[in-house]
C-alpha cells in the first residue's frame, strides 16, 4: 500500500469552530490533493498543490483553505465548519502528470 | 474544466455474467482514463486504466475501451464474482501545465448476486 495517512480518521465538530485535516505521505510523490465524497456527487475536488507552498482551487473550494509545507505533508482547513461540509474527505498523491493517484483511507468529518 | 458523466449509478448482476459501465466526457484534450474500485470504508484503488493512444486494455477479467471520437470510455467485468461488489468510479485527466487534476465520475455501485 502507498504511504499515504490521514488524520484524524472521525471527527465531530460545531458549526462555526475550525477544523483541520492532516494528509501525510512517505512517498515522496509532487501531486497532492483533496477530495470530498457525498452521495450523488462521487469525488470532487477541494484544492490541490504541485509542489512545496504551490496549492491551487479545485472545483469546489469555498470555505476550505490548503497549506503544504513540506512535501510530506498537505492540510485542509475548514475555517468556520458549515453542516454543508459534512462529508468524508480523502487525500490522494501521484507521482507524475498522468500516473496512478493513491487515496488514503479517507476522514468522516460530521458538522453538528 | 472536465465534465465526466458516468452511468449507470447501480447495476445488479448474477455470478458469472458480465457487467458494463459506461463514462463520457467533454475535455477533448483529457488523455488518461483511469478506473478506481471502491469498497465499503476504504479509499478508492486503480484497478486499471487506459491513455489516449490505445483503444483497448485488458487485465484478465477487467477491460476497458476508449472512443475518443464519440469522447466515451467503459469498463467491462467478465465472468463476474461477490468480491468484485463494490463502487466504481470513472475519471479523466489531461497533461499540461497544473497539477494535471483528475475529474471523477459520480460512480456505479456493482453488485454481485452469488
Known amino acids: 500500500d502507498a504511504g499515504i495517512t490521514q488524520s484524524p480518521r472521525h471527527k465531530v465538530t460545531e458549526t462555526g469552530t475550525p477544523v483541520t485535516l492532516r494528509c501525510h505521505q512517505t512517498?515522496?510523490?509532487?501531486?497532492m490533493y483533496w477530495y470530498r465524497q457525498d452521495p450523488g456527487h462521487g469525488l470532487r475536488l477541494i484544492h490541490y498543490?504541485?509542489?512545496?507552498?504551490?496549492?491551487d482551487k479545485g472545483e469546489v473550494s469555498d470555505g476550505y483553505s490548503v497549506s503544504r509545507s513540506k512535501t510530506e505533508d498537505f492540510l485542509l482547513t475548514l475555517e468556520s465548519a458549515t453542516s454543508s461540509q459534512t462529508s468524508v474527505y480523502f487525500c490522494?498523491?501521484?507521482?507524475?502528470?498522468?500516473?496512478?493517484?493513491?487515496f488514503g483511507q479517507g476522514t468522516r468529518l460530521t458538522v453538528v | 474544466g472536465e465534465n465526466v458523466e458516468q452511468h449507470p449509478s447501480t447495476l445488479s448482476v448474477q455470478e458469472g455474467d458480465s457487467a458494463v459501465i459506461k463514462c463520457t466526457y467533454s475535455?477533448?484534450?483529457?488523455?488518461?482514463f483511469p478506473w478506481y474500485k471502491q469498497e465499503l470504508g476504504k479509499g478508492p484503488q486503480l484497478i486499471i486504466d487506459?491513455?489516449?493512444?490505445?483503444g483497448e486494455k485488458k487485465d484478465q477479467r477487467i477491460a476497458v475501451t476508449l472512443n475518443k471520437t464519440a469522447k466515451h470510455f467503459s469498463l467491462h467485468i467478465t465472468e463476474t464474482q461477490p468480491e468484485d461488489s463494490a463502487v466504481y468510479f470513472c475519471?479523466?485527466?489531461?497533461?499540461?501545465?497544473?497539477?494535471?487534476?483528475?475529474?471523477f465520475g459520480t460512480g456505479t455501485r456493482l453488485t454481485v448476486i452469488p
Open positions: 490522494a498523491i501521484r507521482q507524475g502528470q498522468n500516473t496512478e493517484a493513491f
Open positions: 512517498e515522496n510523490h509532487r501531486y
Open positions: 498543490s504541485y509542489g512545496v507552498k504551490d496549492t
Open positions: 475535455d477533448s484534450a483529457s488523455n488518461y
Open positions: 487506459i491513455r489516449s493512444n490505445v
Open positions: 475519471a479523466a485527466s489531461t497533461t499540461g501545465t497544473g497539477a494535471n487534476n483528475l475529474f
